[in-house]
C-alpha cells in the first residue's frame, strides 16, 4: 500500500504544486488505485508517475470547490483512451451534486465513455460507512469547511495470520493441499493418523492499515474521531501557526492546528497539504518546524512525493 501525492496547493495551482489530488495505490492487495479528490490539471500529474488511469476504480470527493473536483471531466475522458486495455467501470463518492457536475460537463463537451459511472452520493453524514468488500472498509464523516465537506477514513480489515510452513515440515507435513487447509484454519490428519492442529501453526491475525484523508476543514472533533489509531492522517495545512484568524474564517487549518488533530487522535505519522500558494521553500521548511513541536511525526508532502504505508 502506497500513497502518492499529485497535487498538494490550496485554491490555486504554484509553479512547485498543482491543486488537490492523491492516490492510494492498493495494487499489492486488490490491484486497485482511488483517487480522492481530481483538481485541475490531476491528468497532467498522472503522466509523470506510473499511475495507470484504467487501474483507478473508485474516486472520493471531499468537497465542490473547483479546486478539488475541475479536474474530474478531463480524467474521465482520458481515462477511456487506453485503448489497449480492458474498460472497467469506475465510481465516484461524494457529496450531493457531483453527479450533476460529471454528466453535464460530459454532455455539453459531447463526451461519450466506454465505461459506466456508478454514483454514490450523500448529504448530512455522521462517522457513515459508505463503501465495503472483502479486505476494506472507508468511513465518512463531515468536517467544517465553507461548503458541506466530508473526510474519509479508510480501514484495512485484518490480515490473516502467517504459516509456520518450518514447523509443519519438521512435523512432517508434505507440502501441497494439506498446507491449504491449514492456513484456512482447518485441521487435518497425516496418513500415520496424527492429528495436524491449524491454530498451532498459525500465528494471530495483523491489524490492517488504517488511512484517513481530510477535505478542507477547520479544526473539529470530527477530523479526530476520522483520524484516531490511523496509521496516516493527511491533513491540510493552508496556513501557518499565526494565521489562525483568517484560517478560521476562509475554513481552514493551520499547520499547528493539524498537528494537534493528530497528537489526540493518537496517529502515527501526519501528512501535511493543501498548502497556502503564498508559501515559499523557506516558509515551507517553518511550517514543518512549527508543527514537529506539537507531533514529531510530521512532513509537509510535495506533488508527485509516495510513501509506503
Not at 128 to 133: A, D, G, K, S, W
Request: aromatic share 8%.
Amino acid at each position: 500500500m502506497q500513497i502518492q501525492f499529485l497535487g498538494t496547493s490550496a485554491g490555486q495551482p504554484s509553479k512547485m504544486r498543482n491543486v488537490s489530488s492523491l492516490a492510494l495505490k492498493l495494487l499489492d492487495e486488490i490491484n486497485e488505485i482511488w483517487l480522492f479528490d481530481c483538481g485541475e490539471g490531476t491528468q497532467n500529474r498522472i503522466l509523470e508517475t506510473t499511475i495507470r488511469p484504467r487501474k483507478v476504480t473508485k474516486i472520493f470527493i471531499t468537497h465542490l470547490h473547483g479546486d478539488h473536483i475541475f479536474g474530474l471531466p478531463g480524467f474521465l475522458a482520458s481515462r477511456s483512451f487506453q485503448a489497449n486495455e480492458e474498460q472497467t467501470d469506475l465510481t465516484i463518492y461524494g457529496p450531493i451534486g457531483i453527479k450533476s457536475f460529471v454528466l453535464n460537463s460530459l454532455k455539453v463537451s459531447g463526451t461519450r465513455l466506454p465505461y459506466k459511472i456508478h454514483f454514490h452520493e450523500f448529504g448530512e453524514i455522521s462517522q457513515e460507512l459508505i463503501m465495503e468488500n472483502d479486505k476494506f472498509q472507508v468511513f465518512a464523516d463531515k468536517l467544517d469547511h465553507t461548503v458541506f465537506c466530508v473526510g474519509y477514513r479508510v480501514v484495512q480489515k485484518d490480515l490473516e495470520g502467517s504459516l509456520d510452513a518450518e514447523g509443519l515440515r519438521a512435523a512432517g507435513v508434505p507440502f501441497g493441499p494439506l498446507f491449504g487447509q491449514l492456513k484456512n484454519g482447518n485441521n487435518v490428519t497425516l496418513p500415520d493418523g496424527r492429528e495436524i492442529i491449524a491454530r498451532d501453526y498459525l500465528s494471530p491475525p495483523k491489524p490492517g492499515k488504517v488511512v484517513t484523508i481530510l477535505g478542507d476543514t477547520r479544526q473539529t472533533a470530527s477530523s479526530v474521531r476520522l483520524a484516531v489509531n490511523a496509521d496516516v492522517l493527511v491533513h491540510e495545512a493552508t496556513y501557518g501557526k499565526d494565521d489562525y484568524v483568517i484560517a478560521k474564517k476562509h475554513g481552514h487549518s493551520t499547520n499547528v492546528q493539524a498537528a494537534q488533530v493528530a497528537k489526540e487522535a493518537g496517529v502515527k505519522r501526519l501528512f501535511l497539504n493543501h498548502i497556502s500558494p503564498r508559501f515559499l521553500s523557506r516558509d515551507v521548511k517553518k511550517l514543518r518546524l512549527e508543527a514537529s513541536q506539537v507531533f514529531e511525526k510530521v512532513w509537509v508532502v510535495n506533488d508527485l512525493e509516495e510513501y509506503d504505508l
